[in-house]
T-cell receptor
């Protein structure tokens, strides 16, 4: 079935370090891809998305490129801040009909000063 | 800003009790969802509703039911709580079918412990 696989956490980085959180997917059709973020004590919120191959989603300094050939959507940031500490979820949805978002397991990021 | 409010942040219940988790959204969204979040498993869809009085099963509906009597309110009911229902429960809403935008608006979650 359709699924999303994320790298296991936690990921622990120093402030200003580079971040990559890996995400790969399996889908029967052509999905749209998303990254959601959950800050401590808050609900999930959409961080960025890409709806077709080679699209790049970006927001708050984060980027992810939809790679159809490798079925991947890795999240990257060049210089993380303490305020980026959160849990990050990769997700997909297939187009057409009343489909549902399929989430990965989540990756916890801890950034220390 | 869209606000999705879950009535209880923390609940502790005993096995066999009936549990109600309430969710209210203030943006007139058509679609509402209940997920549970467990470490290593991510979010799993329990039920969703695309209209008042309408409900659809998600991936893990067993042991749960829902009620949507008003557009803004979507309740999750555990008829007889069990210890394996100890989890974080997340409510979400969206103005459109998720396939159109993929954007759901989430509440802060209700952490339920069943003893």
């Amino acid at each position: 079935g359709d699924s999303v696989t994320q790298m296991e956490g936690p990921v622990t980085l120093s402030e200003e370090a580079c971040l990559t959180i890996n995400c790969t997917y399996t889908a029967t059709g052509y999905p749209s891809l998303f990254w959601y973020v959950q800050y401590p004590g808050e609900g999930l919120q959409l961080l960025l998305k890409a709806t077709k191959a080679d699209d790049k989603g970006s927001n708050k300094g984060f980027e992810a490129t939809y790679r159809k050939e490798t079925t991947s959507f890795h999240l990257e940031k060049g210089s993380v801040q303490v305020s980026d500490s959160a849990v990050y979820f990769c997700a997909l949805i297939l187009s057409g009909g009343y489909n549902k978002l399929i989430f990965g397991a989540g990756t916890r990021l801890a950034v220390h000063p | 800003d869209v606000k999705v409010t879950q009535s209880s942040r923390y609940l502790v219940k005993r096995t066999g009790e009936k549990v109600f988790l309430e969710c209210v959204q203030d943006m007139d969204h058509e679609n509402m969802f209940w997920y549970r979040q467990d470490p290593g498993l991510g979010l799993r869809l329990i039920y969703f509703s695309y209209d008042v009085k309408m409900k659809e099963k998600g991936d893990i509906p067993e042991g749960y039911s829902v009620s949507r009597e008003k557009k803004e309110r979507f309740s999750l009911i555990l008829e007889s709580a069990s210890t394996n229902q100890t989890s974080m429960y997340l409510c979400a809403s969206s103005p459109e079918v998720p396939a159109n935008t993929g954007e759901l608006f989430f509440g802060e979650g209700s952490r339920l412990t069943v003893l």
